[in-house]
């Protein structure tokens, strides 16, 4: 009769490595001492002091998310490679590691997400709160129509310095926060006029209703997009903000960072 290694053996056979995903320390000792496999350990602080470890800017509730982010930062820092055998551990009904899947890592995976969420100045939820609020903007519209909108994050003070205001500026005396369901439904109605949006690294609307004035000269964006992505892409070179946009004519969120496009997301596939 077959055992459990019979119908799992082939799992964890010829792996290039275990990615550990927030392992406690007597169960990452216990991979640590396996010499023909590398240990790889994945989470929000190197609590452990692992050899090799992918910051995990986030806590991602959703399984799939946790591992599609420990690839591409494990590909970021060419700590695995594309075409890696991987066998994943993780923790999905209880705070211990209890579930294992096996993966493939490939180039395909460098997204972009990583590098803008691990390695901006704006606090990673407050990034993440955005490229929701974009996701969901682009996905239902203003009133069932598509509508355009500009999100400028962090480095809020050179923002300012670098834009000038279109009208009263709503949340010049407001201390409200981006991620707040009250304040999303108001940035919504907002997003129909014209102007960026500027928010804190720490998630403070701090304007809304700016033109940016950065130069465009040297910024290189895909042929068809328009001013609203040149002035995010020039902005984000100029400053250490980050450009969340989305784009009304066909509906792509898109995001810059140090002058560059790092990321571009369908809203209905998201």
Not at 40 to 63: H, K, Y
Not at 86 to 108: H, N, P, Q
């Amino acid at each position: 009769m077959a055992g459990l290694d019979d119908v799992f053996g082939d799992l964890f056979s010829s792996v290039d490595a275990v990615m550990l995903f927030g392992p406690s320390g007597s169960y990452y000792e216990r991979f640590a001492t396996i010499d023909d496999v590398d240990v790889i350990v994945v989470g929000t602080e190197n609590d452990l002091g692992a050899d090799v470890f992918v910051e995990l800017p986030l806590e991602f509730d959703e399984v799939g998310e946790r591992i599609s982010f420990g690839l591409e930062g494990g590909l970021e820092q060419g700590v695995i490679e594309g075409g890696d055998e991987l066998v994943c551990a993780t923790s999905v009904f209880d705070d211990e590691i209890d579930t294992v899947s096996r993966v493939r890592a490939s180039a395909d995976d460098r997204t972009g997400v990583y590098d803008l969420f691990a390695k901006s100045r704006a606090e990673p939820e407050v990034i993440k709160a955005v490229v929701e609020l974009a996701i969901e903007l682009g996905k239902k519209g203003q009133k069932g129509k598509p509508v355009g909108a500009l999100f400028i994050v962090g480095d809020a003070g050179k923002v300012m310095n670098k834009s000038r205001p279109l009208s009263y500026n709503p949340f010049e005396k407001s201390h409200v926060h981006v991620g707040d369901p009250i304040v999303n439904v108001m940035l919504k109605e907002f997003s129909r006029l014209d102007g960026a949006f500027v928010i804190s690294d720490a998630g403070k609307l701090v304007s809304a209703y700016r033109y940016l004035e950065p130069s465009a000269e040297g910024v290189d964006i895909p042929k068809g997009l328009g001013a609203r992505h040149m002035a995010g892409g020039a902005i984000t070179r100029d400053t250490n903000a980050i450009a969340v946009v989305l784009s009304e004519s066909d509906g792509l969120v898109r995001a810059f960072k140090a002058g560059e496009l790092i990321l571009e997301v369908d809203p209905e596939a998201y």
